[in-house]
């Protein structure tokens, strides 16, 4: 264990320097079961499991101290090489099956027949909608009381009130997921559960300082896309509830100061310095739940270079994005996972989110009275856009992209978190979204008819082509759609409605909705990356409900309707003419 004073230095000279080899960076937490220590490593190392996330799910059936004083006798006894056979027997004898510490959750507050139904008038889309809505009821989950009562025999992290999940391996609840669930239950009309899930994040803010990636202890160290004051502005926009909002004001700040505090990195350009936010996760070792995949990517390294690789990983994880060529670029070989470098890139989403939280923070605090509050969010927001400008966009392309800092250069490979902007209202000039159109023209974004594809680049990645995922089509679509001209619009429902096409025809034939579809060749569920493909699917779910809601009364469950070919742009030029 380092000291309290080394492990200042560490920060400091981290903070200042980036991650430099030979360094011990501290555990992602303490628990020497869950997150660092020789039982993990063993039990990991021997794969017990097919997914390493199995093993730091299963609850102790002892106090850690005693599964800990038996499992040293026994490593005693072998020599600290204990055989699978063994192992097995000690983990049945310590550890609970997976799954046993939550209990399924129906929501009280879920009804029948919620009212924008009735806005869908495709007959198939509406059957279609209610049995999404239905899904609600099974990614319903509360914790038993035993893990308030003894959470040092759990990895779950306690949170009071119940929640919904994304569904699959991933039974607790991960936090930029939950923006997308959440705007799926406020159409469903479940405001209280939202509350619920609202108030368990504020909770782990006041605790933690930030919120964890999930609700694990080993994900504690590592957040996800900051959200948070975004979730709060649609649940205040759908209750009125103010009281709330005054309530837990300060926690919001709170959340955002650790942004600033811990996530800032300075940058400089035509001899001006910026100040712009990165992914960033300074612990160290293999992350628990993919322990033996992350030792087996470091094994070639030097030893002192891994700790380095393992942090860089997990600020991927950070990034919602594990794993993508947008954190392989500029490394010794992009087609290597160990070639990662995630904090050394200044990401376009992350900024534009915490560009729409300052937007968010200066708006809530004038509806609460507290002029000086608001005018400080309403600077921030303008350096953010100075900065963005001045670092992220580029007025030839008509996109933003993200920054390699140490390299001194934009990653101009195509991604939909390049327009994440645009969903996020984090610009100046209102003709960067119709920019934006001739962007996903040139870069022959539109003639993948049935979803916008991840990126262009097949590194066998999940966040890579020809993955995509429901959120980014979101953040593309809504995007679009906040553009003055009609033909610009108009290709946001094209992709609208290309992607509940996919959504729906997958659906027809699986009865599933997925964490990701393959959108190569037709309509499939997706794969690559570190697992297997997830059902469920909470945020798929809500982006499909946010579509059908905003677009009910022009959706069609028929085939593709028309193909955003190399046509597209004259078809809008021509929209924009009929306009005028
Ligand atoms: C080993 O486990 C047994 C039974 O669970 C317990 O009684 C004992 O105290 C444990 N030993 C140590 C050294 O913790
Ligand atoms: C235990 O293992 C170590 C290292 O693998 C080895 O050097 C030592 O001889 C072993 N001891 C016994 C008693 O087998
Ligand atoms: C919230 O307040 C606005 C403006 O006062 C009002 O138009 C709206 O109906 C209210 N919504 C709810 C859910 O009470
Ligand atoms: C954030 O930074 C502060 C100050 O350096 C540090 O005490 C804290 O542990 C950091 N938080 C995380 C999650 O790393």
């Known amino acids: ?29 303490e628990s020497q079961i869950y997150c660092h220590g020789e039982l993990l490593h063993q039990v990991q190392m021997a794969k017990l499991y097919q997914d390493d996330k199995q093993f730091v799910d299963m609850s102790l059936s002892t106090a850690p101290d005693q599964v800990l004083g038996n499992f ?20 049945q004898q310590y550890f609970q099956p997976v799954g046993q510490e939550l209990q399924p959750w129906t929501p009280e507050d879920w009804k029948d027949s919620p009212q924008f139904l009735q806005k869908i008038s495709d007959a198939k889309l509406r059957v279609w909608a209610e049995q999404l809505h239905h899904i ?4 319903g989950k509360k914790m038993k009381p035993e893990v308030r009562s003894h959470p040092e025999r759990f990895s779950l992290i306690y949170s009071e009130h119940p929640f919904i999940v994304p569904g699959g391996r991933f039974v607790e609840f991960y936090y930029w997921d939950s923006y997308w669930v959440m705007e799926g239950l406020l159409l469903s009309e479940m405001a209280s559960t939202v509350k619920g899930m609202l108030q368990n994040f504020l909770e782990l803010v006041k605790t933690y300082g930030h919120i964890p990636n999930g609700g694990r202890v080993y994900y504690l160290q590592r957040s996800q896309p900051p959200l948070l004051t975004l979730m709060m502005d649609r649940y205040v926009t759908h209750t009125n509830d103010t009281t709330f909002l005054r309530e837990n004001i300060d926690t919001l700040a709170m959340e955002l100061d650790f ?6 990195i300075s940058v400089s350009s035509g001899g001006q310095s910026y100040k712009l936010n990165h992914y960033y996760v300074p612990y160290g070792g293999p992350r628990p739940e993919s322990y033996s995949k992350d030792a087996e990517l470091a094994d070639p390294l030097p030893e002192g270079d891994r700790e380095a690789l393992w942090a860089e990983l997990k600020a991927g994880t950070e990034s919602g994005w594990d794993f993508s060529s947008r954190w392989l670029v500029g490394g010794p070989n992009p087609d290597l996972l160990s070639s990662i470098r995630t904090s050394k890139l200044v990401p376009v989403d992350l900024n534009a989110f915490l560009c729409q939280a300052e937007e968010l923070m200066s708006k809530f ?3 609460l009275g507290n002029d000086a509050q608001a005018t400080t969010y309403r600077n921030l927001r303008a350096q953010r856009l100075a900065a963005m400008e001045a670092i992220l966009w580029d007025e030839q392309k008509g996109a933003w992209f993200d920054y390699d800092w140490q390299n001194r250069k934009k990653n101009v490979e195509f991604y939909p978190s390049n327009l994440t902007p645009l969903w996020a209202g984090c610009f100046s000039n209102p003709d960067v979204a119709d920019k934006a159109l001739k962007y996903l023209e040139d870069s022959k974004i539109l003639t993948y008819q049935y979803g916008i594809p991840t990126s262009l680049q097949k590194t066998g990645q999940q966040w890579d082509f020809p993955n995509a995922w429901a959120p980014l089509q979101d953040l593309v679509i809504r995007g679009l759609a906040r553009s003055a001209s009609p033909g610009t619009q108009e290709v946001a429902f094209q992709l609208a409605q290309n992607w509940i096409i996919t959504n729906f025809d997958v659906y027809s034939q699986k009865s599933a909705m997925y ?26 779910n809500g982006v499909a409900l946010l579509l059908l809601d905003y677009y009910g009364d022009r959706l069609t469950s028929g085939t593709q309707m028309a193909l955003l070919g190399p046509h597209c742009l004259v078809v809008a030029l021509l929209f924009n003419l009929l306009a005028w």
């Open 1 to 29: 264990m380092v000291t309290g004073v080394t492990w200042e230095l560490h920060l400091l000279l981290l903070m200042g320097l980036g991650l430099r080899t030979h360094e011990t960076l501290p555990p992602p937490c």
């Open 365 to 367: 605090y004038s509806i």
């Open 72 to 91: 040293s006798k026994l490593a005693v006894i072998y020599n600290h090489s204990i055989p699978r056979q063994q192992l097995q027997e000690f983990v």
């Open 136 to 139: 609600w009821k099974k990614l």
């Open 515 to 540: 964490e990701k579809y393959d959108v190569s060749n037709g309509a499939h569920p997706g794969g690559g990356g570190e697992y297997e493909v997830q059902e469920g699917f909470g945020w798929t």
């Open 259 to 264: 942004w600033t505090v811990n996530r800032t």
